[in-house]
């Protein structure tokens, strides 16, 4: 939708949780991106979309330096979906929608002017049931597996292959699933900036993804890398003490700086020479659930650089592959032995005029039809101890697992 089209402002803010199950939980293809149940900043976006094959948004040319965002936000229509892990893309096209500016307290209704009657009229929403007990997942491999695969990480790292590789599995949960239901009780207990439900045929993606992969605005690329992570406590002396442990610890450091450093290699193909730069470096960011070591990496990107060719200099994340790249990923393939799919992926919005703001698949719920499942993984270094990479899956699949009403099996 181009930005001369102005949207229609409602005259008072409205729940997000409301609005979406009153409007568009029912519906068919679906998303909801979402700042957080408690946002004071930032923006939610929710509505519906049609499948499209041949999403010409990543052959958009990336928005450049005069492209401004107004009042409405940042997107004003064109993709919404994800982009997994091997490359598969599904993309819903998007030109109804809502847009609710947290800070503000305002809610824009683009493309339909019915929509607005339907919002208006939203009831409150009833809390979320509990979820049913479902007992403890199923693990792709057993806590005693993957520390033979963190020993056999360490002896490609030992052989020089790579720096560092981020080993992952999986947590099954079978039979159906409210991926709504499973949504609204993540966000109610690990809440964050990036978090979002997209619903694309018989897969829903509901993800509290505290990483933030690519923004495009303002003819700049900005990425986020994770790499680094620490429980939450309620005692909070010793919260403090967890996240200054994390700051402090030489493996965590260099894990993160690692892959700060692959960054800064990948977006240089689609930047301008020495305009790619470290804007932070090993900061703690805390979530409801965990701490986690966070830097930024950002350049200007070149003229008449595409959505397209920014995904293929950065994508897959190193956060999820190590370092360097190509060999990292071409060993966790042997090693994993099976597809990530969405997981470790990528998903957002690439907006009509090029912008873009894509976050990591982590921290997530992958819904099918007859099943869920979690991934959960870690960075192994040649410093990695076995015990402590086993207790990081457990502690970052514990939540989404909760939300669907299982337990991480016993040793993670």
């Not at 520390?147 to 079978?174: H, K, M, N, S, W």
């Not at 086993?390 to 337990?407: F, M, Q, T």
Request: proline share 5%; hydrophobic share 45%.
């Amino acid at each position: 939708m181009p930005r001369s089209v102005p949207p229609l402002t409602l005259t008072r803010w409205i729940d997000p949780e409301a609005v979406f199950l009153h409007v568009f939980a029912a519906a068919g293809d679906a998303f909801w991106l979402d700042a957080g149940a408690t946002a004071s900043t930032g923006w939610s976006w929710m509505g519906t979309g049609r499948l499209d094959e041949a999403p010409g948004g990543l052959h958009r040319r990336a928005a450049g330096p005069g492209d401004a965002v107004d009042d409405a936000g940042a997107f004003r229509g064109g993709w919404v979906g994800w982009r997994s892990y091997e490359g598969r893309d599904a993309w819903l096209r998007v030109d109804t929608f809502l847009a609710f500016d947290h800070a503000r307290r305002r809610v824009h209704v683009f493309g339909d002017a019915d929509l607005a009657d339907r919002v208006a009229a939203t009831p409150a929403a009833a809390a979320v049931d509990a979820a049913a007990d479902r007992g403890t997942a199923s693990a792709r491999v057993s806590p005693e597996r993957y520390v033979e695969l963190i020993e056999a990480c360490r002896d490609r790292i030992r052989e020089g292959d790579a720096y560092q590789l981020c080993l992952t599995t999986r947590f099954t949960v079978p039979g159906e699933v409210d991926a709504v239901d499973v949504f609204r009780r993540l966000r109610q207990v690990s809440a964050s900036h990036h978090a979002g439900l997209i619903r694309i045929g018989d897969m829903t993606l509901v993800s509290a993804s505290p990483e933030r992969f690519l923004e495009v605005r303002g003819g700049r690329v900005h990425t986020h890398p994770i790499k680094g992570t620490r429980p939450r406590s309620t005692d909070p002396a010793r919260d403090r003490a967890l996240a200054d442990e994390l700051q402090a610890d030489a493996k965590e450091q260099a894990e993160n700086v690692m892959i700060v450093d692959l960054m800064r290699n990948d977006l240089s193909r689609v930047c301008e020479p020495s305009t790619v730069g470290v804007d932070r470096l090993l900061e703690v960011e805390t979530y409801p659930t965990v701490h986690q070591l966070v830097s930024e990496v950002s350049g200007r990107l070149l003229p008449g650089t595409t959505i397209e060719e920014v995904l293929a200099a950065a994508f897959p994340a190193g956060s999820m592959t190590g370092a360097p790249k190509r060999s990292a990923m071409q060993i966790l393939r042997r090693l994993e032995g099976a597809e990530r799919s969405v997981y470790s992926g990528a998903f957002g919005w690439i907006g009509d005029d090029g912008a873009a703001d894509l976050a990591m698949v982590i921290r997530s719920v992958v819904v099918e039809r007859d099943a869920a499942w979690v991934g959960a993984g870690g960075g192994i270094t040649w410093r990695s101890v076995a015990a402590s990479e086993v207790a990081e899956v457990g502690i970052k699949a514990r939540a989404p697992l909760a939300a669907l009403g299982a337990r991480v099996p016993p040793g993670w």
